[in-house]
C-alpha cells in the first residue's frame, strides 16, 4: 500500500534520527521492516501497522543498544531465567492479579526442605559452585 510505505519511510527517518549515534538507517530499517512484518501476518489492525512497527522497532532498536551497551539510563538491566518449565506458570500467576491491586500468590515456588523429597540439583552451568543453602 502505498500510503504504508509512505508512513514506514517517515518512520524510518524518524527513528535514523533518534539512533543516529548507535545505528545507521540500514540497521533501523531493516528492524522497522521486520517489525511491519510481524504485524502484517496478524492483520488485525490494518490502518495502524506503521504506527505499531515504528513502536515496535524502536522497542527493540532501545533494547539492543541497552545491551550492546550504547545507552544507558543507570537502571540495571535485569533478566529472570527459569531453569525449569513449572517455574514460568508460578512466575505468570504470581505476578498476575486476581483483581485490581490484590496479588495472587501460588505457593512457594521451592518446597520448604522438609516438604522436599530429594535435595535440589544445581544447574548445570553452577558445578563445582557450593550449593549448600
Do not use: N
Not at 74 to 89: E, I, N, R
Not at 96 to 108: A, E, F, K, Q, V
Amino acid at each position: 500500500m502505498p500510503d504504508d510505505q509512505l508512513a514506514l519511510t517517515t518512520a524510518a527517518t524518524r527513528l535514523a534520527a533518534e539512533f543516529a549515534g548507535s545505528y545507521g538507517r540500514e540497521t533501523v530499517e531493516r528492524f522497522l521492516h521486520s517489525s511491519y512484518e510481524q504485524f502484517a501476518t496478524i492483520g488485525s489492525i490494518p490502518h495502524f501497522l506503521p504506527l505499531l512497527a515504528e513502536r515496535f522497532a524502536r522497542q527493540r532498536l532501545q533494547a539492543l543498544a541497552r545491551v550492546e551497551g550504547h545507552h544507558s539510563d543507570g537502571k540495571p538491566v535485569v533478566l529472570f531465567l527459569c531453569t525449569t518449565t513449572p517455574g514460568a506458570p508460578r512466575w505468570r500467576s504470581a505476578s498476575s492479579p486476581t483483581s485490581p491491586g490484590t496479588p495472587r500468590w501460588p505457593g512457594p515456588a521451592v518446597p520448604s526442605p522438609e516438604r522436599r523429597s530429594t535435595p535440589p540439583r544445581s544447574p548445570p552451568w553452577l558445578s563445582g559452585a557450593s550449593t549448600s543453602w
